[in-house]
């Protein structure tokens, strides 16, 4: 079985740009979570849906968005880009509500903005 | 606020040379406790999952262990492929996860 997958796996872009990453969880997962993983420094949570709803928020700028569709895959929006959004998305999913269930995350997208 | 400290950053040894990582969380209500393993550049694999204080987990030569205000991940004789940055989690009730830096291992031949 595939596990979760990202594209694209790595993106350059210059700051003041858009940026769109996306998500597909592992088959019959409900639940996906997004985490920003600065080098050298632990996942920090961005957003968690579940069953197309917004369950969570971290503390992030409101430049970051994201959205579940029907089908449970998820995208990540960041609007004008800083330099200091150079990190490794991440994108988890659970097979059932993440408050019960472990969390399977995918390779991730590295980012960089120059 | 939810915190996740881990001690060494950083941790080399030799093969077959036992050692134990630690995780020491600040949380309001621990429902459960997470390790991972992360390899450069790729996303956190799942280990463990702990939900009270003296609870054991075992994964070949991975063991986890929780008390009230932390966690140990012993590895005992590790081998090269162990090598990677371990991960700690914690999740509080009706919480998203909190992660901790990392411990990077370095297990030499």
């Known amino acids: 079985d595939a596990g979760v997958t990202q594209s694209p796996t790595h993106l350059i872009k210059t700051r003041g740009q858009h940026v769109t990453l996306r998500c597909s969880p592992i088959s019959g997962h409900k639940s996906v979570s997004w985490y920003q993983q600065v080098l050298g420094q632990g996942p920090q949570f961005i957003f968690q849906y579940y069953e197309k709803e917004e369950r969570g928020r971290g503390n992030f700028p409101d430049r970051f968005s994201a959205r579940q569709f029907p089908n449970y895959s998820s995208e990540l929006n960041v609007n004008a880009l800083l330099l200091g959004d150079s990190a490794l998305y991440l994108c988890?999913?659970?097979?059932?509500?993440?408050?019960?269930?472990?969390?399977?995350f995918g390779p991730g997208t590295r980012l960089t903005v120059l | 606020e939810d915190q996740v400290t881990q001690s060494p950053e950083a941790l080399r040894l030799q093969e077959g040379e036992s050692s134990s990582l630690n995780c020491s969380y600040t949380?309001?209500?621990?429902?459960?406790l997470f390790w991972y393993r992360q390899d450069p550049g790729k996303g956190p694999e799942f280990l463990f999952t702990?939900?009270?204080a003296g609870e054991e987990k075992e994964k070949e030569r991975l063991k986890a262990t929780l008390t009230k205000k932390e966690s140990f991940l012993h590895i005992t004789a590790p081998k090269p492929e162990d090598s990677a940055t371990y991960l700690c989690?914690?999740?509080?009730?009706?919480?998203?996860?909190?992660f901790g830096p990392g411990t990077r291992l370095s297990v030499l031949p």
């Open positions: 989690a914690v999740q509080g009730y009706g919480q998203n996860f909190v």
């Open positions: 949380v309001s209500g621990l429902r459960r």
């Open positions: 702990l939900y009270s």
């Open positions: 988890a999913s659970s097979g059932g509500d993440p408050e019960y269930n472990e969390q399977f």
